[in-house]
Protein backbone atom coordinates (compact mmCIF):
# COMPACT_ATOMS: atom_id res chain seq x y z
CA UNK A 1 0.00 0.00 0.00
CA UNK A 2 1.56 3.20 -1.19
CA UNK A 3 0.31 6.89 0.14
CA UNK A 4 1.53 9.74 -1.53
CA UNK A 5 3.05 12.89 0.36
CA UNK A 6 0.20 15.03 -1.18
CA UNK A 7 -2.67 12.89 0.26
CA UNK A 8 -0.74 12.84 4.28
CA UNK A 9 -0.40 16.34 3.67
CA UNK A 10 -4.29 16.82 2.79
CA UNK A 11 -4.95 15.05 5.73
CA UNK A 12 -2.91 17.11 8.41
CA UNK A 13 -4.15 20.18 6.98
CA UNK A 14 -7.83 18.79 7.24
CA UNK A 15 -6.91 17.81 10.89
CA UNK A 16 -4.71 20.86 11.71
CA UNK A 17 -6.68 24.14 10.98
CA UNK A 18 -10.09 23.20 12.09
CA UNK A 19 -8.24 22.06 15.15
CA UNK A 20 -6.85 25.73 15.37
CA UNK A 21 -9.85 27.38 14.62
CA UNK A 22 -12.03 25.09 17.62
CA UNK A 23 -8.98 25.48 19.99
CA UNK A 24 -9.96 29.31 19.60
CA UNK A 25 -13.55 28.89 20.47
CA UNK A 26 -12.39 26.98 23.76
CA UNK A 27 -9.81 29.19 24.51
CA UNK A 28 -12.27 32.27 25.11
CA UNK A 29 -15.84 30.27 25.81
CA UNK A 30 -17.47 30.13 28.52
CA UNK A 31 -16.69 27.12 30.92
CA UNK A 32 -13.87 26.03 29.06
CA UNK A 33 -11.78 29.36 29.31
CA UNK A 34 -11.49 29.19 32.95
CA UNK A 35 -7.80 29.03 34.22
CA UNK A 36 -8.86 26.00 36.40
CA UNK A 37 -9.30 23.44 33.23
CA UNK A 38 -5.94 22.67 32.35
CA UNK A 39 -4.75 22.95 28.58
CA UNK A 40 -4.63 19.15 28.02
CA UNK A 41 -8.27 19.06 28.71
CA UNK A 42 -9.06 21.72 26.12
CA UNK A 43 -6.48 20.25 23.90
CA UNK A 44 -8.26 16.75 24.15
CA UNK A 45 -11.63 18.09 23.49
CA UNK A 46 -10.83 19.86 20.59
CA UNK A 47 -8.99 17.21 18.81
CA UNK A 48 -12.48 14.86 19.52
CA UNK A 49 -14.64 17.44 18.19
CA UNK A 50 -13.01 18.07 15.28
CA UNK A 51 -12.22 14.41 13.92
CA UNK A 52 -15.99 14.58 14.58
CA UNK A 53 -16.27 17.36 11.87
CA UNK A 54 -14.13 16.88 9.51
CA UNK A 55 -16.24 14.59 7.11
CA UNK A 56 -18.33 17.94 6.81
CA UNK A 57 -15.83 20.76 6.76
CA UNK A 58 -14.76 21.23 3.12
CA UNK A 59 -11.15 20.35 2.25
CA UNK A 60 -8.54 23.06 3.24
CA UNK A 61 -6.96 24.71 -0.17
CA UNK A 62 -3.19 24.01 1.51
CA UNK A 63 -0.48 22.26 -0.89
CA UNK A 64 2.47 22.82 1.67
CA UNK A 65 1.82 22.79 5.34
CA UNK A 66 5.31 24.34 6.23
CA UNK A 67 4.99 27.57 4.44
CA UNK A 68 4.32 31.28 5.96
CA UNK A 69 0.86 30.96 3.82
CA UNK A 70 -0.23 27.84 6.37
CA UNK A 71 1.18 29.77 9.13
CA UNK A 72 -1.02 32.86 8.14
CA UNK A 73 -3.61 30.31 7.48
CA UNK A 74 -4.02 28.80 10.85
CA UNK A 75 -4.16 32.26 12.39
CA UNK A 76 -6.99 33.37 10.96
CA UNK A 77 -8.62 30.09 11.99
CA UNK A 78 -7.27 30.66 15.54
CA UNK A 79 -8.91 34.62 15.36
CA UNK A 80 -11.88 33.40 13.95
CA UNK A 81 -12.48 31.09 16.78
CA UNK A 82 -11.70 33.12 19.62
CA UNK A 83 -13.94 36.02 18.14
CA UNK A 84 -16.92 33.53 18.42
CA UNK A 85 -16.08 32.71 21.98
CA UNK A 86 -15.40 36.41 22.66
CA UNK A 87 -19.11 36.74 22.28
CA UNK A 88 -20.34 34.29 24.70
CA UNK A 89 -17.60 35.73 26.95
CA UNK A 90 -19.03 39.07 26.69
CA UNK A 91 -22.69 37.75 28.14
CA UNK A 92 -20.85 35.89 31.37
CA UNK A 93 -18.90 39.25 31.73
CA UNK A 94 -22.47 40.99 31.69
CA UNK A 95 -23.27 39.17 35.45
CA UNK A 96 -19.87 39.69 36.60
CA UNK A 97 -20.13 43.58 36.15
CA UNK A 98 -23.26 43.40 37.40
CA UNK A 99 -22.56 41.93 40.74
CA UNK A 100 -19.49 43.88 41.12
CA UNK A 101 -21.87 47.32 40.75
CA UNK A 102 -24.08 45.32 43.02
CA UNK A 103 -20.93 44.51 45.61
CA UNK A 104 -19.65 47.95 45.95
CA UNK A 105 -23.29 49.78 45.95
CA UNK A 106 -24.44 47.78 49.17
CA UNK A 107 -21.03 47.84 50.73
CA UNK A 108 -20.42 44.22 50.04
CA UNK A 109 -17.44 44.78 48.10
CA UNK A 110 -14.69 43.97 50.81
CA UNK A 111 -15.73 40.18 50.44
CA UNK A 112 -13.37 39.64 47.58
CA UNK A 113 -12.45 36.01 46.40
CA UNK A 114 -10.29 34.91 43.06
CA UNK A 115 -12.25 34.72 39.76
CA UNK A 116 -11.27 31.10 38.59
CA UNK A 117 -12.28 32.35 34.73
CA UNK A 118 -9.73 35.48 34.72
CA UNK A 119 -7.29 34.67 37.90
CA UNK A 120 -8.23 37.91 39.83
CA UNK A 121 -9.89 39.17 42.96
CA UNK A 122 -13.84 39.93 42.49
CA UNK A 123 -16.04 40.99 44.91
CA UNK A 124 -17.96 37.97 46.01
CA UNK A 125 -21.42 38.69 45.09
CA UNK A 126 -20.05 39.18 41.07
CA UNK A 127 -18.50 35.35 41.90
CA UNK A 128 -21.81 34.36 42.69
CA UNK A 129 -23.51 35.87 39.58
CA UNK A 130 -20.33 34.19 37.56
CA UNK A 131 -21.27 30.83 38.69
CA UNK A 132 -25.01 31.23 38.38
CA UNK A 133 -24.48 32.53 35.03
CA UNK A 134 -22.12 29.97 34.03
CA UNK A 135 -24.88 27.21 35.40
CA UNK A 136 -27.39 28.25 33.40
CA UNK A 137 -25.19 28.45 30.48
CA UNK A 138 -24.78 24.61 30.77
CA UNK A 139 -28.57 24.11 31.77
CA UNK A 140 -29.24 26.03 28.49
CA UNK A 141 -27.15 23.99 26.08
CA UNK A 142 -24.99 26.86 25.49
CA UNK A 143 -22.58 24.47 25.07
CA UNK A 144 -24.16 23.08 21.89
CA UNK A 145 -25.35 26.30 20.34
CA UNK A 146 -21.57 27.19 20.38
CA UNK A 147 -20.32 24.13 19.07
CA UNK A 148 -23.36 24.30 16.43
CA UNK A 149 -21.98 28.15 15.65
CA UNK A 150 -18.49 26.55 14.69
CA UNK A 151 -19.25 24.15 12.54
CA UNK A 152 -21.69 26.71 10.74
CA UNK A 153 -18.95 28.91 10.64
CA UNK A 154 -16.43 26.15 8.17
CA UNK A 155 -19.77 26.82 5.74
CA UNK A 156 -19.74 30.70 6.20
CA UNK A 157 -16.01 31.14 6.43
CA UNK A 158 -14.13 28.09 4.36
CA UNK A 159 -11.01 27.66 5.02
CA UNK A 160 -8.89 29.94 2.82
CA UNK A 161 -11.48 31.19 1.14
CA UNK A 162 -13.11 34.12 3.61
CA UNK A 163 -12.11 36.42 6.58
CA UNK A 164 -13.56 38.12 8.71
CA UNK A 165 -14.48 41.72 7.23
CA UNK A 166 -13.25 45.25 8.93
CA UNK A 167 -17.34 45.89 9.09
CA UNK A 168 -17.63 42.50 11.09
CA UNK A 169 -15.13 43.07 13.38
CA UNK A 170 -16.17 46.59 14.49
CA UNK A 171 -19.68 45.22 15.24
CA UNK A 172 -17.95 42.38 17.59
CA UNK A 173 -16.51 45.85 19.27
CA UNK A 174 -20.00 47.95 19.29
CA UNK A 175 -21.98 44.55 20.77
CA UNK A 176 -19.29 44.70 23.84
CA UNK A 177 -21.45 47.76 24.72
CA UNK A 178 -24.33 45.53 24.97
CA UNK A 179 -22.54 43.81 28.45
CA UNK A 180 -22.18 47.47 29.76
CA UNK A 181 -26.49 47.98 29.43
CA UNK A 182 -27.20 44.97 30.38
CA UNK A 183 -25.26 45.59 33.38
CA UNK A 184 -26.89 48.53 34.72
CA UNK A 185 -30.35 47.04 33.60
CA UNK A 186 -29.68 43.74 36.12
CA UNK A 187 -28.50 46.19 38.88
CA UNK A 188 -30.89 48.60 38.50
CA UNK A 189 -33.17 47.64 41.01
CA UNK A 190 -30.95 46.87 43.72
CA UNK A 191 -29.35 50.33 42.96
CA UNK A 192 -32.50 52.07 43.31
CA UNK A 193 -33.85 50.15 46.16
CA UNK A 194 -30.47 50.98 48.64
CA UNK A 195 -30.80 54.92 47.00
CA UNK A 196 -34.11 54.83 49.09
CA UNK A 197 -32.82 53.43 52.19
CA UNK A 198 -29.84 55.87 52.06
CA UNK A 199 -32.61 58.81 51.32
CA UNK A 200 -34.35 56.92 54.85
CA UNK A 201 -30.78 57.63 57.07
CA UNK A 202 -30.72 61.06 55.71
CA UNK A 203 -34.14 61.72 56.95
CA UNK A 204 -33.34 60.10 60.05
CA UNK A 205 -30.25 61.90 60.70
CA UNK A 206 -32.27 65.46 59.94
CA UNK A 207 -34.84 63.99 62.49
CA UNK A 208 -32.29 62.56 65.27
CA UNK A 209 -28.96 64.25 65.34
CA UNK A 210 -27.45 62.95 67.54
CA UNK A 211 -28.09 59.36 66.07
CA UNK A 212 -24.84 58.09 65.01
CA UNK A 213 -25.97 57.00 61.52
CA UNK A 214 -22.40 55.90 60.54
CA UNK A 215 -22.47 52.78 63.51
CA UNK A 216 -25.54 51.36 62.47
CA UNK A 217 -25.99 52.47 58.27
CA UNK A 218 -23.02 50.41 57.08
CA UNK A 219 -24.74 47.13 58.42
CA UNK A 220 -27.98 48.04 57.81
CA UNK A 221 -26.99 48.55 53.98
CA UNK A 222 -25.06 45.38 53.77
CA UNK A 223 -28.30 43.72 55.55
CA UNK A 224 -30.60 45.27 52.57
CA UNK A 225 -27.80 44.60 49.99
CA UNK A 226 -28.49 41.15 50.79
CA UNK A 227 -31.60 41.42 51.05
CA UNK A 228 -32.47 43.24 48.39
CA UNK A 229 -29.98 40.68 45.93
CA UNK A 230 -32.57 37.77 47.48
CA UNK A 231 -35.51 39.39 46.22
CA UNK A 232 -34.07 39.91 42.63
CA UNK A 233 -32.72 37.01 42.06
CA UNK A 234 -36.20 35.79 40.50
CA UNK A 235 -34.87 37.93 37.46
CA UNK A 236 -31.77 36.58 37.16
CA UNK A 237 -32.61 33.84 34.35
CA UNK A 238 -34.64 36.24 32.36
CA UNK A 239 -31.91 38.04 32.21
CA UNK A 240 -29.75 35.74 31.26
CA UNK A 241 -32.39 34.21 28.80
CA UNK A 242 -32.71 37.59 27.23
CA UNK A 243 -28.68 38.19 26.74
CA UNK A 244 -27.89 35.00 25.33
CA UNK A 245 -30.94 34.68 22.81
CA UNK A 246 -28.95 38.37 22.15
CA UNK A 247 -25.61 36.86 21.67
CA UNK A 248 -26.71 33.80 19.13
CA UNK A 249 -28.67 36.33 16.99
CA UNK A 250 -25.30 38.25 16.83
CA UNK A 251 -23.31 35.09 16.20
CA UNK A 252 -25.97 34.60 13.34
CA UNK A 253 -25.07 37.76 11.78
CA UNK A 254 -21.57 37.65 12.12
CA UNK A 255 -21.97 34.01 10.36
CA UNK A 256 -24.66 35.48 7.47
CA UNK A 257 -27.04 32.43 8.22
CA UNK A 258 -30.00 34.67 9.57
CA UNK A 259 -33.33 34.48 7.56
Known sequence: MVVELATINQFLADLMLPFM??????VA?????AQSIPPQVRALLGIMLTLIIMPVVPPA??????NLGTFILGIQQLLIGVAIGFVSMMVLNTFVLAGQIIAMQTGLGFASIVDPVNGINVPAVGQFYLILATLLFWTLDGHLAMIHMIVLSFHAFPIGEAWWTGEQF????????????SAITLSLAPIVSLLI???????????APQLNIFSIGFSIAQV?????????????????ETQWLRAEQFM????????
Open 252 to 259: CQLLRICP
Open 224 to 240: MGLLIIWITLDNFTAHF
Open 21 to 26: RISGLF
Open 61 to 66: PVDDLV
Open 197 to 207: VNLAFGVMTKA
Open 29 to 33: MIGLS
Open 170 to 181: REIAHWGGWMFV
